[in-house]
């Protein structure tokens, strides 16, 4: 099943947020008011919207869903917004210091040619960083994985392995320069998000497993909040300088 990005826009708007510990890993990787950063598959914007907030630089976003960029204009007018598939991006090259993605490398579907092309557009010396999910993250995913389980063999179809971006990366050119598992908890307190399938992957299991876990969500949110535990796997990837 083909999700509608557009769709979703306005969804991902309202109820996706940016992950403070993510933009903390970003921000520290040496992002200075001199940078020039892009997003790829940027979504309604939050990231880089973030990033350009807190350190002032040049940013851009790109998605391929116009319905996204749409989004992400009225969140920041001050970055830039291109509608544009990750696998053939209109930048010039090496111009980037900072190229990164956030949960959308599953999303590509010409893996290869998303690293052939971070490696084109980023300057010697520039870093890119991957934000994804490994088997183990997927499987572990509270709430999500607890309360609708059917997610997780669609999500595991859909994910490409740690280790095959790492071939991929290395196959584009790139040195790895670290792998890392981001976590942050944090309590849930309203299951709107839920409700309105701000998530992909509630759209592709059946309506039934959908109702059961939105029943037994707010069931227990009737009790107080529910723990919730936000994991990433982020590959980090450096464009090596010329000798």
């Given at each position: 099943?083909?999700?509608?990005?557009?769709?979703?826009?306005?969804?991902?708007?309202?109820?996706?947020?940016?992950?403070?510990?993510?933009?903390?890993?970003?921000?520290?990787?040496?992002?200075?008011?001199?940078?020039?950063?892009?997003?790829?598959?940027?979504?309604?914007?939050?990231?880089?919207?973030?990033?350009?907030?807190?350190?002032?630089?040049m940013c851009f976003g790109v998605d391929r869903a116009a319905g996204m960029i749409a989004q992400a204009k009225q969140r920041n007018p001050a970055?830039?917004?291109?509608?544009?598939?990750?696998?053939?991006?209109?930048?010039?090259?090496?111009?980037?210091?900072?190229?990164?993605?956030?949960?959308?490398?599953?999303?590509?579907?010409?893996?290869?040619?998303?690293?052939?092309?971070?490696?084109?557009?980023?300057?010697?010396?520039?870093?890119?960083?991957?934000?994804?999910?490994?088997?183990?993250?997927?499987?572990?995913?509270?709430?999500?994985?607890?309360?609708?389980?059917?997610?997780?063999?669609?999500?595991?179809?859909?994910?490409?392995?740690?280790?095959?971006?790492?071939?991929?990366?290395?196959?584009?050119?790139?040195?790895?320069?670290?792998?890392?598992?981001?976590?942050?908890?944090?309590?849930?307190?309203?299951?709107?998000?839920?409700?309105r399938k701000a998530f992909s992957c509630l759209r592709l299991i059946s309506e039934a497993a959908f109702i059961s876990g939105i029943e037994?969500?707010?069931?227990?949110?009737?009790?107080?909040?529910?723990?919730?535990?936000?994991?990433?796997?982020?590959?980090?990837?450096?464009?090596?300088?010329?000798?």
């Amino acid at each position: 099943m083909k999700i509608d990005y557009n769709s979703l826009a306005e969804e991902y708007a309202s109820y996706r947020h940016s992950d403070p510990i993510l933009i903390e890993k970003l921000v520290g990787s040496g992002v200075s008011s001199a940078s020039k950063v892009v997003e790829i598959g940027c979504g309604s914007g939050n990231y880089i919207s973030e990033i350009q907030k807190r350190v002032g630089c040049m940013c851009f976003g790109v998605d391929r869903a116009a319905g996204m960029i749409a989004q992400a204009k009225q969140r920041n007018p001050a970055v830039t917004y291109r509608v544009e598939p990750a696998e053939h991006l209109d930048c010039p090259e090496s111009f980037f210091d900072l190229v990164f993605s956030v949960d959308v490398i599953h999303h590509v579907e010409d893996r290869p040619a998303y690293f052939r092309e971070a490696f084109r557009i980023l300057a010697p010396g520039g870093r890119l960083a991957t934000f994804t999910e490994s088997e183990d993250t997927i499987r572990r995913r509270m709430p999500l994985t607890f309360y609708f389980p059917e997610t997780v063999e669609q999500e595991l179809m859909r994910y490409p392995t740690v280790e095959e971006l790492r071939r991929f990366s290395k196959e584009a050119g790139f040195e790895v320069v670290g792998q890392e598992v981001v976590e942050r908890v944090y309590q849930l307190t309203d299951v709107e998000s839920y409700r309105r399938k701000a998530f992909s992957c509630l759209r592709l299991i059946s309506e039934a497993a959908f109702i059961s876990g939105i029943e037994r969500m707010q069931r227990d949110l009737a009790k107080g909040a529910i723990r919730g535990i936000s994991r990433n796997v982020v590959l980090w990837n450096r464009k090596r300088k010329a000798n």
